[in-house]
């Protein structure tokens, strides 16, 4: 009966953990989709500048959380969101609104499949 108890407390600890994890993820992730909409939103209006700084925080956010994000063990996904980032600088720094506008739009798309790809789903499972 113990050892039940026992399994049980476990389970319980890792249910509450993994829960713990996908909340911190999920916040993480939303706050990177606010900076790259305030980026959008410049580079829309050709404030360049104001995007350049935006894109700054932004790189900086994501270093901040990249340990994390790499905990979960998707390397691939943090590498094509950080290589969305440098090109998006680059396109910004040049004026180049549609290139930065399609990165955002691709940002957008990956920051939003970080806790998709994550949370416990039968085709995650497979």
Known sequence: M???VTAIIIAALLIAGS???MVRLEKASYELSELN????G?????RYDDALEA???LSERMHETEMF???????????NININIAELKSYTEEGRRSEAAARC????YLFGHLP???RLKIENIL
């Not at 909409?37 to 959008?40: A, L, N, Q």
């Not at 410049?42 to 050709?46: A, H, K, M, Y």
């Open 105 to 108: 739009r691709v940002l957008f």
């Open 42 to 46: 410049s580079i829309l209006d050709e």
């Open 69 to 79: 994000f790499g905990a979960m063990g998707n390397h691939e996904e943090t590498d």
């Open 55 to 57: 894109v700054d925080k």
């Open 19 to 21: 829960e713990m994890h």
């Open 116 to 118: 998709e790809n994550s």
């Open 2 to 4: 113990r050892s039940f």
């Open 37 to 40: 909409r305030e980026i959008y």
